[in-house]
């Protein structure tokens, strides 16, 4: 049986290394190696060597994905209600990429310029809002884990950053591979996948 926390991970994320899969699929690296080499088996994932390699699914392994998504989504009943918390989540998701030039520009007499991060009064207000809206995205992702109990990983990895930005590790906001706009990215692209729609 195809393994799809394994597959479905790696299509939301795209082409990445093990640390990050077995982050973001709650599994240790051993066992997600272990499922990723199953699926390579497949023929469903490939894994490219070297510095810059990682793992990538193919076009096999896509269709695949795409089926078992849909069949996981249909019989569970649970596409209307996926499909209402995905019209709250678009309307969160400008605010979002606003908040991210926010944190990578900042205005300075009037111009905007690269944030250097100099100012930490004003990353303080950018993490506020982050904040604020965090509270309006933990009723969406409360949703989404009642339809399907697969999106509750993502509350936990968005707290988990932005619980890290708040300790004073700003760069969990937006520059991180596991920040608070990464997840959110894979959120995006899983409710894309889930419901077949084209980005």
């Known amino acids: 049986m195809t393994d799809l926390l394994v597959l ?8 990445t290394d093990l640390e990050r899969i077995a982050e973001a699929a709650g599994l240790d690296t051993s066992d997600a190696e272990s499922r990723l080499i199953d ?9 490219t060597p070297g510095a810059f390699g990682g793992w990538g699914l193919t076009d096999a392994g896509k269709a695949a994905d795409a089926r078992l998504v849909a069949t996981e989504l249909d019989d569970a009943g649970a596409r209307d209600a996926v499909g209402v918390a995905f019209e709250a ?7 979002l990429l606003d908040l991210c030039t926010a944190w990578h ?9 690269l944030n250097d991060h100099s100012d930490a009064a004003y990353d303080g207000r950018v993490l506020a809002r982050f904040v604020d809206l965090d509270q309006r995205a933990a009723a969406v992702c409360a949703a989404l884990t009642v339809a399907l109990p697969r999106f509750g990983r993502y ?3 968005l707290t988990g950053a932005l619980d890290l930005a708040k300790s004073g590790k700003l760069e969990h906001l ?13 959120l995006h ?4 996948v889930t419901l077949g729609i084209p980005r």
């Open 8 to 15: 479905h991970t790696l299509r939301c994320m795209g082409f």
């Open 39 to 47: 699926l390579a088996v497949e023929g469903l994932v490939t894994r």
């Open 89 to 95: 989540f678009l309307l969160l998701n400008p605010e």
């Open 105 to 113: 520009m900042r205005p300075v007499d009037g111009v905007s310029e």
């Open 155 to 157: 509350r936990g990895r």
């Open 174 to 186: 937006a520059d991180t591979t596991t920040s608070y706009h990464n997840v959110w990215f894979q």
């Open 189 to 192: 692209e899983d409710l894309l």
